[in-house]
């Protein structure tokens, strides 16, 4: 457990943010393996089925992947207070909940499969290994979704390396379970999916023994705690608006599923590999703001406000540092970053497509990374309003342009639309920023350093 206020800033970000950053690469290495092998294995149809349906898993994990980020901002305050009786009760109760309801959700979601895949417009001939992704991945859902509840957890007391550790554990686990269904067991889709619920299970029972053993140093362990709705509804002031956020993120990419879909299998398959390459990117730069996330509430608990100015500066550089090599050999390398996914059967059209992106559209995702800063930092300092109004304005346009450039150009059309609307809200986020507002009322005269009115008197 470690307070990342104390000692150089500098050097405590770049600790904290390296395990987060090798966490993320492993955790999106179930995803990267199960399109690697879809595309080496089962061809463009497989990467389809994988990818027609993922819109409809998102959308719902979303929300509890922005609660879960809001939980993680209240337990680093509670930590940086040194309040472990809260911050347990807050754990047991939330943890509880959570699993509750993404599994009522996750039952619902199986059982309705049919009509929910008719709205996606997924094409008959990838309509069967798209279902069978489709339920396998909500079977996995509450325990995917406790899994990254952890990750916050832990993030919270300053142990950033523990889900480095689970991630290559399950990423192994993964692997093997991947090549045997696919190469030895022959059941395709099916395997993939089966194989990501087994690891994720694996992960869940590893961070609650984990959990456990940090109760004992924080001296609460002999604490009986029992699910208590009190301590979820303390939570919802941080974590609902996050919760609100990412689905209205996701919401969009939802809506416009059907539009996705009708470009034909080889355009889904094409973008199931942009969003491999995205998740990619966006995993440096996102690991790098969670470090702020993290810090900023540490700050406010310690009462150490002249810090966060500072640290929001820290964290764009360390993301510059970490985004610019690896979006450069994306850059220079496309035809071998294909080569991951596609055999030599694969469509000239689908390869083509990826490289476009690449090429012209991926370096749009500067003005991602600043906005995802951003969106961490309204995070730290508990301003829901921005960030909501923020990344509704992000969706909306997405929306807009999708609806009227896909018609027009195609999977261009799509690629552009989200460039686009990267940098609507970057600019909305800049005049924010100079504002003022990007910090709530009560803290501002401490994070710039005025003085109120009272206190000048």
């Not at 199986?110 to 069978?132: A, W």
């Not at 889900?163 to 993939?192: E, H, K």
């Not at 507002?437 to 009560?442: R, V």
Request: hydrophobic content about 50%; some cysteine; charged content about 10%.
């Amino acid at each position: 457990m470690k307070d990342l206020t104390s000692g150089n800033i500098y050097k405590a970000f770049f600790l904290f943010s390296i395990p987060l950053i090798l966490s993320s690469i492993l955790s999106q290495a179930f995803g990267i393996i199960d399109t690697s092998i879809a595309g080496l294995f089962l061809g463009s149809k497989g990467l389809a089925a994988l990818g027609a349906s993922s819109s409809a898993i998102v959308v719902v994990e979303a929300f509890f992947w922005g609660m879960n980020a809001g939980i993680g901002v209240y337990l680093s305050g509670a930590f940086g207070e040194k309040n472990y009786e809260e911050f347990k009760k807050i754990v047991v109760s939330n943890r509880i909940f959570i699993f509750a309801v993404t599994s009522t959700l996750a039952l619902l979601a199986i059982i309705l499969n049919g009509p929910i895949l008719k709205f996606l417009n997924v094409e008959d001939v990838i309509y069967i290994d798209s279902r069978n992704y489709f339920i396998l991945m909500f079977i996995n859902m509450p325990f995917a979704l406790i899994t990254h509840l952890y990750i916050y957890i832990f993030s919270s007391m300053g142990m950033s390396s523990f889900p480095m550790y689970i991630s290559m554990a399950s990423s192994v686990i993964n692997i093997v379970g991947n090549i045997l269904s696919v190469t030895v067991l022959d059941i395709g889709v099916i395997g993939l999916g089966l194989s990501t619920v087994i690891s994720t299970i694996i992960s869940f029972l590893l961070y609650t023994i984990k959990i456990r053993k940090c109760y004992k140093e924080m001296e609460v362990d002999k604490l009986s705690c029992r699910f208590n709705f009190k301590y979820v509804k303390r939570v919802f002031p941080a974590a609902i608006p996050n919760g609100a956020q990412q689905l209205s993120m996701y919401l969009a990419g939802f809506i416009i599923s059907p539009i996705k879909n009708g470009l034909g299998y080889t355009a889904i398959a094409s973008l199931s590999i942009v969003g491999k390459v995205e998740s990619m990117m966006s995993l440096f730069y996102g690991n790098c703001a969670r470090t702020i996330s993290t810090y900023i509430p540490q700050c406010v608990g310690a009462k150490k406000y002249h810090k966060i100015k500072k640290a929001i500066g820290v964290s764009f550089i360390q993301s510059l540092v970490f985004v610019i090599p690896v979006m450069l050999v994306i850059w220079l390398f496309p035809q071998i970053i294909c080569l991951l996914f596609f055999n030599s059967e694969t469509e000239a059209e689908v390869i083509q497509n990826v490289v476009t992106y690449i090429k012209i559209f991926m370096p749009f995702m500067f003005f991602h990374a600043f906005s995802n800063a951003f969106h961490n930092v309204f995070r730290g300092l508990k301003n829901s309003t921005q960030l909501l109004i923020s990344t509704s304005l992000c969706s909306v346009a997405s929306i807009i342009l999708a609806f009227t450039l896909c018609p027009i150009m195609g999977i261009k059309g799509y690629y552009l639309q989200a460039a686009l609307s990267w940098i609507i809200e970057c600019i909305y986020i800049v005049i924010v920023y100079v504002s003022g507002k990007w910090i709530p009322k009560p803290l501002r005269p401490m994070i710039l350093g005025k003085k109120t009115s009272e206190s000048s008197e």
